[in-house]
């Protein structure tokens, strides 16, 4: 499969909520496909400092690609969003926000690509609470839209096949690709390879 040149916008996106036991994942939910996806920004957080020495020696190393913050706008996240990520409480026919537990869960998206699409999850991610942005339309007729956006913070974490993972992407004819939107992908066995 050739490497795709260019890459275009957010196609789908949803989420997956997740069961754990002692930190690591032991099941993944369905996924619950959010409409209205506008964008989404990801940023692999550096952490190449975190590494502790000790005995003339590295004692513990954390580096690497352990964490990313996640910025997604959406028109208008739905109440299934609300309720199950964010802790929103059912109250009189709406919905209402108090100290309601925020869950953690598996984040999912798919691009255009000039060759197709990817297709790419984070596994273990926790939510800001919504920001929402509303204008006035203006009187020239000139139309804008309210949007709303969360920060998505994602973290690698051990998965039911014990292996440990932050994130998974395929691309068009990968072997996963036709079944990826019925459910969370992650591998069974370590299969790594390194250039």
Not at 38 to 56: H, K, P
Not at 114 to 126: A, H, I, M, N, P
Not at 173 to 186: H, L, P, S
Request: net charge negative.
């Amino acid at each position: 499969m050739a490497d795709g040149k260019t890459q275009w916008g957010l196609k789908k996106m949803g989420f997956s909520k997740l069961t754990k036991a002692n930190k690591a994942i032991t099941a993944f939910g369905e996924i619950h496909v959010q409409i209205g996806a506008i964008t989404v920004n990801i940023t692999n957080d550096d952490s190449n400092a975190n590494r502790q020495a000790a005995d003339d020696g590295i004692h513990y190393d954390g580096s690497g690609a352990s964490t990313a913050t996640i910025e997604v706008t959406c028109a208008k996240f739905d109440k299934w969003f609300k309720t199950n990520i964010l802790g929103y409480f059912e109250d009189g026919g709406g919905l209402g926000r108090g100290r309601g537990e925020k869950a953690e869960f598996c984040f999912i998206g798919e691009t255009n690509t000039d060759q197709g699409s990817k297709r790419f999850l984070f596994y273990d991610c926790t939510s800001s609470d919504i920001n929402e942005s509303y204008q006035t339309n203006d009187v020239d007729g000139n139309y804008t839209f309210a949007e709303e956006s969360v920060t998505l913070n994602a973290k690698i974490v051990e998965l039911p096949s014990t292996l440990e993972r932050l994130y998974w992407e395929c691309e068009s004819g990968a072997a996963e690709y036709d079944t990826f939107w019925n459910e969370v992908y992650y591998p069974q066995t370590e299969t790594q390879t390194k250039p």
